[in-house]
Nanobody, 121 residues
Framework: QVQLVESGGGLVQAGGSLRLSCAAS????????ICWFRQAPGKEREFVAA???????RYADSVKGRFTISRDNAKNTGYLQMNGLKPEDTAVYYC???????????????WGKGTLVTVSS
């Protein structure tokens, strides 16, 4: 089994930055794609970004150019650098693992419990 723990969320003003981390334990995650999703209040969970085991990245159009996904396999950790935050980025952010890179939440094998990001205007 794999346990995922997100951290780095918080309250930030519009235009600010946050770096989310997704720490994995239980087994090595280097062969998995790391994916980030978010769920805003009253809305369905949506794809944000993903990085394959080989470093290929994908982003939702809403975050392209502002968010950067990365990973450190030695630390079994994934990251989501979020710059130029907007109030509409307010959501609970979840990391997830899948064997292959995917934007579909139903394909994920493991999930973290999420970290709250609040962007004030």
């Amino acid at each position: 089994q794999v346990q995922l723990v997100e951290s780095g969320g918080g309250l930030v003003q519009a235009g600010g930055s946050l770096r989310l981390s997704c720490a994995a334990s239980g087994r090595t995650t280097s062969s998995y794609a790391i994916c980030w999703f978010r769920q805003a209040p009253g809305k369905e969970r949506e794809f944000v970004a993903a990085i394959s085991s080989g470093g290929i990245t994908r982003y939702a159009d809403s975050v392209k150019g502002r968010f950067t996904i990365s990973r450190d396999n030695a630390k079994n950790t994934g990251y989501l650098q979020m710059n130029g935050l907007k109030p509409e980025d307010t959501a609970v952010y979840y990391c997830a693992l899948n064997v292959m890179i995917s934007t579909n939440q139903h394909n994920m094998d493991y999930w973290g419990k999420g970290t709250l990001v609040t962007v004030s205007s």
